[in-house]
């Protein structure tokens, strides 16, 4: 049996943070603020590897409710997602992402990411796709003030 699921996720980029994209730290003046580490790229594929097997989302596993989550590693939760999956018996076939951010440029950035994330959840590199794209200035894009990602993957048994 094949299944899909969908995560998407956004934070709020700040200066004195760190910006950490896919379990990669990225040179930047504004970073993403969030409860663990604000990275929205394994945030969004937590939550589609969660959704393909209708198990929640990530805050059902890992709340920011929760102290013990505070600055936590995002490739942590990848890897825990990944157990859930492994455990029902499934075994992710792709990934495909895709980064909403207008600043800073992270093109030179993507093919680390995309190893992180593959060794990560031991995935060949091929079966993951990271895509980047801009908001044209709408929106909190306009002054750099956010970040997005959206996810999408695939199981099998």
Same mark, same amino acid.
């Given at each position: 049996?094949?299944?899909?699921?969908?995560?998407?996720?956004?934070?709020? @980029? =700040?200066?004195?943070?760190?910006?950490? /994209? #896919?379990?990669?730290?990225?040179? !930047?003046?504004?970073?993403?603020?969030?409860? %663990?580490?604000?990275?929205?790229?394994?945030?969004?594929?937590?939550?589609?590897? @969660? =959704?393909?097997?209708?198990?929640?989302? /990530? #805050?059902?596993?890992?709340?920011? !409710?929760?102290?013990?989550?505070?600055?936590? %590693?995002?490739?942590?939760?990848?890897?825990?997602?990944?157990?859930?999956?492994?455990?029902?018996?499934?075994?992710?076939?792709? /990934?495909?992402?895709?980064?909403?951010?207008?600043?800073?440029?992270?093109?030179?950035?993507?093919?680390?990411?995309?190893?992180?994330?593959?060794?990560?959840?031991?995935?060949?590199?091929?079966?993951?796709?990271?895509?980047?794209?801009?908001?044209?200035?709408?929106?909190?894009?306009?002054?750099?003030?956010?970040?997005?990602?959206?996810?999408?993957?695939?199981?099998?048994?």
């Amino acid at each position: 049996m094949i299944r899909t699921g969908i995560g998407y996720d956004a934070h709020q @980029l =700040g200066y004195d943070y760190p910006l950490i /994209i #896919g379990g990669v730290k990225i040179p !930047s003046k504004k970073g993403s603020i969030g409860h %663990s580490d604000g990275d929205v790229l394994s945030h969004s594929i937590v939550d589609a590897m @969660l =959704g393909s097997l209708s198990l929640g989302d /990530i #805050g059902k596993y890992f709340p920011s !409710s929760e102290q013990k989550w505070k600055d936590k %590693s995002s490739l942590f939760f990848l890897k825990k997602a990944n157990q859930l999956i492994i455990d029902k018996g499934y075994k992710i076939n792709n /990934i495909d992402s895709t980064i909403i951010l207008q600043e800073p440029k992270i093109s030179n950035y993507v093919h680390k990411i995309i190893k992180k994330i593959s060794s990560e959840i031991h995935i060949p590199s091929d079966n993951v796709s990271v895509k980047l794209t801009t908001k044209d200035m709408l929106g909190f894009h306009k002054n750099s003030s956010g970040i997005e990602a959206l996810a999408i993957i695939t199981v099998s048994n």
